[in-house]
């Protein structure tokens, strides 16, 4: 065992490490688990026991002169590679400038859609994204058998109490009609959640902007022209549009919107189905129990509401292709938006 050692040691202090590969093969043989020092460690046990002490003495101090010529070596070598660097060759250039960075294409169109709202008087609401049963169905009509309630639609926290995260900021008009009385003119933009198979037309994650007026006299006209202000602010006075009639728990009567495709110039494509109409969002009159759940009276005030999907104007107004693209965070789609406010 003594030669065993007195041989390593030899090797240990004549070892050449002036390269990686060199320093690499010295770490492996003398230093690593499966090294030669690790194993005459293991041969230890069949030393007599009157010499075990000092061969494991001697054992330990050549283990730390092999780590620390091993460490030497690797410091050396990165000062050495950090003194390569080259200075530039005139100081007093100036620095390069830092580039700007650029809004996400939904931050930019939500703002445009808040300042559009904005100035026929609607003001800004906001509420939170984790949600219970009443503010996100039971308020607004919702019976208990709806197929929104089930698991296939919502993310549900817990089931007793029934916490989730909204589906609709639509939960935000509840608070606000609860907290706050007629006349009431304001939109409510935000994250929403459903559990739905992610694609390049559905994700679970996406956003919303809903609309509120409530007040004496308010009418389907009301909402038709708020409307029609809207789309031709957004996307121009070319734009035309139509209302079908629809069916949602919480608005009697009701309506979707559909405005002419911008991408084939209602021509029929892909995005649009070939029908030359896309769908942006729901709209109606408030039904008369929503309004009786949250506290005012029906016989005297009457309001419309609408919601729209700020990812679905967002793909038309840049003519998108993929939903998927607005959270992949790719600094190349993101870097086409430098300069949009």
């Not at 060199?22 to 230890?44: D, V």
């Not at 996406?206 to 007040?215: K, N, P, S």
Request: hydrophobic share 40%.
């Amino acid at each position: 065992m003594q030669e065993q050692i007195d041989k390593l040691k030899e090797e240990i202090e004549s070892a050449q490490l002036k390269a990686k590969d060199s320093l690499e093969q010295f770490r492996l043989k003398f230093i690593s688990k499966k090294g030669e020092l690790a194993e005459l460690f293991t041969k230890l046990r069949e030393v007599a026991p009157e010499e075990r002490k000092t061969i494991g003495a001697l054992l330990n101090i050549l283990k730390n002169e092999a780590e620390a010529r091993f460490f030497a070596a690797a410091k050396e070598m990165e000062e050495a590679r950090l003194s390569d660097v080259p200075e530039p060759d005139d100081l007093t250039l100036p620095p390069v400038a830092n580039t700007l960075g650029s809004r996400h294409p939904i931050s930019i169109v939500r703002n445009q859609i808040v300042q559009i709202f904005r100035r026929i008087g609607f003001s800004l609401a906001d509420g939170p994204e984790i949600e219970d049963d009443w503010h996100n169905f039971s308020a607004l009509n919702f019976p208990p058998d709806h197929p929104a309630r089930e698991m296939q639609d919502t993310f549900f926290i817990s089931k007793e109490p029934e916490v989730l995260l909204r589906t609709h900021t639509s939960t935000v008009q509840v608070r606000l009609i609860e907290n706050q009385k007629p006349p009431i003119r304001a939109i409510m933009p935000g994250r929403v959640y459903r559990n739905e198979a992610i694609s390049a037309r559905a994700h679970c994650l996406f956003h919303q902007v809903e609309g509120l007026y409530i007040d004496k006299n308010v009418s389907f006209s009301d909402l038709k022209q708020t409307l029609y202000y809207f789309v031709q602010e957004m996307f121009g006075k070319q734009i035309s549009v139509r209302f079908r009639p629809s069916y949602f728990p919480f608005t009697e009567p009701s309506a979707e919107m559909d405005i002419s495709c911008l991408i084939c110039e209602g021509k029929g494509c892909n995005i649009c189905k070939y029908s030359g109409w896309v769908e942006i969002g729901g709209a109606g009159m408030v039904d008369p129990n929503v309004l009786q759940n949250t506290g005012i009276d029906p016989n005297i005030y009457t309001g419309f509401a609408f919601g729209m999907g700020i990812e679905r104007i967002t793909m038309l107004k840049y003519q998108i292709k993929d939903l998927r693209l607005f959270t992949e965070n790719d600094v190349r789609f993101l870097r086409q938006f430098q300069g949009a406010n």
